[in-house]
């Protein structure tokens, strides 16, 4: 029998290979974060060029989310076995080939099905980038590469609604998913000649294939997120959490047509739920153990992340459709106007985390979710002829600042909650939650609010949808604001704080990886060569 040694990660921020990973995760991370903002802007101007219904909009946003979300945690244990640098290039390459087709779709079938492609890519690369920093570097520059990759990344998301409302302007729509093409034309290279190889807890030169081995800084297969010590991946309950999402999603998007096939479709996307549950907690390896569950805390912080994040999928939706077809603002105006938000989460993110710290996640997590309620109500004012500084900039700076409350200390009370080698999968499970609430958001607000599938040609019509809208997402955020009241209690004071404090993310907390644990040389037992 084998034994390798597992050794400390030593890349350095000042030398040349620490800046081509900091180069390259950036780029990668930052492919998945300007689509993620960017695509609301241009939904407006889609909907003309290929005659789409607001269904078809609706299922440009949620295609993409469906995979997405049904697959993150799976790409994340796909990278601890294979080789995150491998599977990071394998997500640029797959997301870049995507967006190509996204770009070149000739009517909405293609584009959709584009996306949900796109957003297979995304699940591969998002935790991957992220992993890769943390499997490379020296733990001394651990923090501070972190902050780099997440501070450059904030500032790619906070650049995306305004280069999407130009190239929507300029070049079209199109560009909005071939701009891709270039970051991975440079990514992707630079992480093959660059940035070294790392499986399990261990980082390798570049060129030198990972060791299968069996980790002891996770522990069990379960703290891996579904992958196991033999390379058995939880593909059924990936499959079964995707088909799921699908099909809710699919139901309550085509609810408005009448169709009696949409109360099948309903019950078979309940009824995969179920059995994903069950396949869950029968498999010795799952991608989500429920046993993370136990845990109250855990337990009561996604639910408030369901509430949150609903809320935040739904606004942004709505808002940039707004903005265009009854404020009649451009597109470019309309990306730009969106700026405020990120640009106070950049800016003021990493405080209201240490002030989260001193003062604990209650009264944040409260008070984080009524200011965002409140701007969702302020949001009301804006109509026809809507003027920017009266009208839309107040409700976006309150809402900036409720996001800027809440969104640190949510993601530092998720790894509080759980034992901190655990802290990466409930890191994973906590975006993947946000990310599902967001795609539901998306299907359901226009059916509650009476929404028809041409709403978005008519500014009549879409205003009073929208402003039956903003107070149902208000009235979502004020339940989560309850529950954080009544369920969030002070983490003990030594328990794991997260490495993401600043960042520009407003469609999913930020992701956290495991910290591999600092010290000499490990051992870890590998399977005899065949």
């Keep these: 029998m084998a034994v390798t040694a597992q050794h400390t990660p030593a890349v350095r921020i000042s030398t040349s290979t620490g800046r081509w990973i900091l180069l390259t995760t950036v780029l990668g991370s930052s492919m998945a974060l300007l689509d993620s903002t960017v695509v609301n802007v241009a939904l407006p101007r889609i909907g003309r060029d290929l005659d789409a219904s607001l269904a078809a909009l609706q299922w440009t946003v949620n295609a993409y989310l469906v995979t997405l979300a049904g697959l993150i945690l799976l790409g994340g244990a796909l990278g601890d076995r294979y080789g995150r640098r491998r599977i990071f290039v394998l997500g640029v390459v797959w997301f870049a080939t995507a967006s190509l087709l996204c770009g070149l779709a000739p009517n909405p079938a293609v584009l959709i099905a584009a996306r949900a ?33 997440s501070g450059f ?20 729509w199109r560009w909005v998913f071939l701009l891709n093409i270039p970051l991975a034309l440079v990514c992707a290279p630079v992480a093959v000649r660059h940035v070294p190889e790392s499986a399990g807890g261990t980082s390798l030169p570049a060129g030198v294939p990972p060791v299968r081995t069996e980790s002891r800084t996770w522990g069990s297969s379960r703290e891996l997120g579904g992958s196991t010590a033999h390379g058995r991946f939880d593909v059924l309950g990936a499959a079964l959490g995707a088909v799921s999402l699908a099909l809710v999603t ?122 965002c309620a409140a701007a969702m109500l302020l949001m009301l004012r804006v109509g026809k002829g809507a ?45 993947a939650a946000a990310r599902a609430a967001g795609l539901i958001a998306v299907a359901a607000l226009p059916l509650l609010s009476g929404m028809g599938p041409e709403a978005y040609r008519s500014a009549t019509a879409f205003d009073a949808a929208f402003r039956r809208a903003m107070p149902i997402c208000a009235a979502v955020l ?53």
């Design 117 to 149: 492609l796109q957003g297979i890519g995304g699940a591969l690369l998002t935790p991957g980038s992220l992993a890769l920093i943390q499997a490379s570097f020296h733990p001394d520059d651990r923090s501070r590469a972190v902050g780099l990759w």
């Design 153 to 172: 990344g904030g500032i790619g998301a906070a650049v995306g609604p305004f280069l999407g409302g130009w190239l929507v302007a300029g070049p079209g």
């Design 250 to 371: 699919y139901a309550l998007i085509e609810a408005r047509t009448g169709s009696p096939a949409i109360p099948l479709t309903a019950t078979a996307g309940v009824l995969a739920a179920v059995a994903f549950v069950y396949v869950e907690k029968r498999r010795p390896d799952p991608m989500m153990p429920l046993d993370i569950f136990a845990s109250r805390q855990f337990t009561a912080v996604n639910v408030v992340t369901l509430c949150v994040y609903a809320a935040f999928g739904g606004f942004f939706f709505l808002t940039a459709l707004q903005l265009q077809v009854v404020a009649g603002y451009s597109p470019l105006a309309a990306g730009t106007a969106l700026l405020p938000t990120t640009v106070l989460m950049l800016l003021f993110s990493a405080r209201s985390g240490a002030l989260a710290d001193r003062i604990g996640p209650r009264l944040p997590l409260t008070a984080g979710p009524l200011l």
């Design 387 to 431: 003027d920017y500084l009266t009208d839309v900039l107040p409700a976006l700076l309150v809402m900036g600042t409720g996001m800027v409350t809440l969104v640190a200390p949510l993601t530092a009370t998720v790894l509080a909650s759980v034992d901190a080698s655990r802290a990466g999968l409930a890191s994973g499970i906590n975006n």
């Design 478 to 530: 004020v339940v989560g604001a309850v529950l954080a009241f009544t369920t969030v209690r002070r983490p003990p004071p030594d328990c794991r704080h997260p490495e993401c404090r600043t960042h520009g993310w407003v469609t999913a907390p930020p992701l956290e990886g495991r910290r591999a644990r600092d010290g000499a040389l490990r051992a870890s037992r590998t399977h005899p060569a065949d």
